[in-house]
């Protein structure tokens, strides 16, 4: 900005010796002062033009930063999900290739299958996922289940749940599996 301050100093300066030295009219000083005008405003709009350039240059800029985190937090994400299913599958995977494989009973069986059941429960703990269930005979909410219907005739039972069939997921408030229900509705 010191530049072109004393860039346009110069400017009038030139101008007035030249026009001191020729005996200007009125008229000469008044074309003088316009073309110092023009020259300072061309020179102010070709400034402004440069800063709104590196301003679109900061933003496209920042744009592909936060392009680039959001694929890393993604990816983080699913790294994470991912090792927890490995180390479930590894633990499957040691199971089966034990010599108790061939030895285990159906007690055995149902021991690992809890083991399982609880690992993956963890997994999705750690991940704020929480499963959640309809009590029978509570409202039907269309954004947190998925409804087989029964039909009924008492009014009284309309748009109420029977019962849960399969449990739904949330993340927080987002509904990421919703719970399947039978829900009553009512049938004249």
């Keep these: 900005m010191e530049e072109f301050t004393q860039n346009t ?16 009219t009125q008229q000469d000083k008044i074309e003088e002062i ?5 020259e300072q405003g061309e020179m102010i709009e070709n400034l402004i033009k ?14 592909k930063e936060l392009e680039y985190y959001k694929q890393d937090a993604a990816e983080k994400f699913v790294d994470q ?7 479930v599958r590894k633990d499957m995977g040691k199971l089966i290739a034990s010599e108790k494989w061939n030895t ?13 059941f609880e690992d ?5 703990e750690q991940q704020n996922v929480d499963a959640f269930t309809t009590a029978a005979g509570d409202g039907f909410d269309a954004s947190l289940h998925m409804a087989k219907i029964e ?3 008492d009014p009284s039972l309309n748009k109420t ?28």
């Design 151 to 153: 039909k009924t005739k």
């Design 50 to 63: 440069h800063q709104i350039e590196v301003k679109d240059e900061m933003i496209e800029k920042l744009h």
């Design 161 to 188: 749940i029977k019962e849960s069939i399969s449990e739904g997921y949330k993340k927080g408030e987002k509904v990421l599996l919703p719970e399947r229900v039978i829900v009553y509705q009512y049938n004249e």
């Design 120 to 124: 993956l429960t963890d997994l999705l």
């Design 81 to 87: 999900v991912m090792k927890a299913i490995i180390k």
């Design 34 to 38: 316009l073309l110092n005008t023009r």
């Design 9 to 24: 100093e110069d400017v009038i300066e030139t101008e007035t010796v030249d026009c001191e030295t020729e005996e200007c």
């Design 104 to 116: 285990m009973t159906a007690e055995n069986l149902q021991e690992e299958y809890r083991y399982i």
